[in-house]
């Protein structure tokens, strides 16, 4: 018997000797008045157990089988299940195998099979989180993720996502390499899907942002920071009008890294079970399976119903933005330098002013190439030779040399100090001495 239970027999049995009225009982007790009259007769009729609940150590209806309990364990036990929490087991019990029940009573199974441990509860500081954005589109925060997704049964994959800051609506491919072709692609599907949003809040990686080259021994502090070039990644944003946004910390864009946090444990477990194994398996399962349930389950309503996402105009290109673009100066040939070759502008496409002009070259997602020259596009082709084919210089033969007919020992017997002095020599020339050469 407890001690509210004993409480309660005090004041019960003061009611039966009329020390206090059945009311003053009840109130005592938080207790309607009827329900005081009831549990008096049963106590002049079973005595103090009158106050002790009558199902107490009797075995609940509802009582799922020791069967099924050991068999949920025997499940659970499983190499494929490894480290899946109940939370994400209860999921699995009841979509594969048919055992319902919540997820408190397989925390408690798992608990008493020794598959799980009681972690502490950890006291943790008080963080306030920035307050969402109001509108769908408004800001969107993306970035990728370098994981072992697979666990080792296939090749290495990274996973691009955006998450949308007022509805936490994600959109995410897996890739093999984290490269601005890969997330040029990812954000192309995007606009098509959805639209362009206001924003994109991503941190400072090389494919985002230019960072300004110092000396290590330079200081940084009294210096103004130089304006950089944008990236391709830069530029095509601020050709489809869409602002960046970059993070100065991971937290600051905590809520992408929350969701790799999810994917790192839920979506790798799920893969393991569903035994993907490559590239191909893994989007399918991502956008099957995966983004299902986090639609489902993770999103919550915008504050404000409102789409922020804008359609593409007239003006807007995707292939040409979503390219790598760089310029080319046309050389007096109508040629220009490309990837270690040189392509050769077509006659046809030839209009005054073209020559020495800086051209825009598209290197598009789709391998092929375009070249803008003020908002006309010009046909080129890829030239046999690179550059200007070199003229063969032919070698001339060496000139012979003349030889003395003396001979080669024609001053054999030659002595500068028995030779004439030069007054001597020149009066013997027939020049008088004093006269210049």
């Not at 130089?226 to 869409?242: N, V």
Request: a positive charge; charged letters at 35%; proline letters at 4%.
């Amino acid at each position: 018997m407890t001690q509210a239970e004993r409480d309660r027999l005090v004041a019960l049995k003061k009611a039966k000797k009329k020390l206090i009225t059945q009311r003053e009982a009840a109130e005592e007790l938080g207790l309607s008045v009827r329900q005081v009259k009831r549990l008096i007769y049963r106590l002049k009729k079973h005595g103090d157990k009158a106050v002790v609940h009558g199902l107490r150590g009797k075995p609940s209806k509802r009582k799922i089988a020791e069967s099924t309990e050991r068999e949920a364990v025997r499940i659970l036990s499983a190499p494929v299940y490894q480290g899946f929490g109940p939370t994400l087991a209860c999921e699995y019990l009841g979509k594969k195998h048919g055992i319902k029940a919540s997820k408190e009573t397989v925390r408690q199974w798992m608990i008493e099979g020794k598959l799980w441990r009681v972690k502490e509860e950890k006291v943790r500081e008080v963080h306030l989180w920035r307050p969402r954005r109001s509108r769908f589109g408004e800001l969107v925060q993306w970035d990728t993720s370098e994981h072992d997704w697979l666990e080792g049964r296939g090749e290495k994959l990274y996973l691009i996502a955006m998450i949308d800051d007022a509805t936490s609506r994600l959109y995410a491919r897996f890739v093999r390499h984290d490269s601005t072709e890969e997330n040029m692609k990812l954000l192309w599907s995007y606009i098509e899907k959805f639209g362009r949003p206001v924003a994109f809040y991503t941190d400072k990686a090389s494919m985002f942002h230019t960072a300004e080259k110092r000396r290590r021994d330079e200081p940084g502090v009294d210096k103004d920071p130089a304006e950089m070039p944008p990236t391709q990644i830069g530029r095509a944003l601020q050709e489809l009008g869409i602002v960046w946004m970059a993070a100065h910390s991971p937290q600051a864009k905590g809520r992408v890294e929350r969701n790799f946090g999810t994917a790192q444990d839920r979506l790798v477990k799920g893969m393991r079970v569903a035994g993907v194994k490559s590239l191909e398996e893994a989007n399918q399962y991502l956008e099957n399976e995966y983004l299902i349930w986090w639609e489902r389950a993770m999103t919550v309503e915008a504050a404000n119903p409102d789409d922020a996402h804008r359609p593409l105009e007239k003006s807007h290109n995707l292939a040409a933005s979503l390219s790598r673009m760089e310029t080319r100066q046309v050389r007096n040939d109508y040629t220009f330098p490309w990837g270690g070759s040189f392509y050769q502008i077509e006659r046809r496409a030839v209009v005054s002013g073209l020559r020495r002009a800086n051209v825009r070259v598209e290197q598009r997602l789709d391998g092929s190439l375009a070249v803008r020259f003020g908002e006309r596009y010009l046909p080129v082709k890829k030239c046999a030779v690179a550059g200007k084919p070199k003229t063969a210089v032919t070698s001339k033969p060496a000139k012979t040399r003349r030889t003395s007919k003396r001979g080669s020992d024609w001053n054999k017997n030659f002595d500068l100090q028995k030779s004439p002095k030069l007054w001597q020599a020149i009066e013997t020339s027939g020049r008088r001495r004093g006269e210049a050469l």
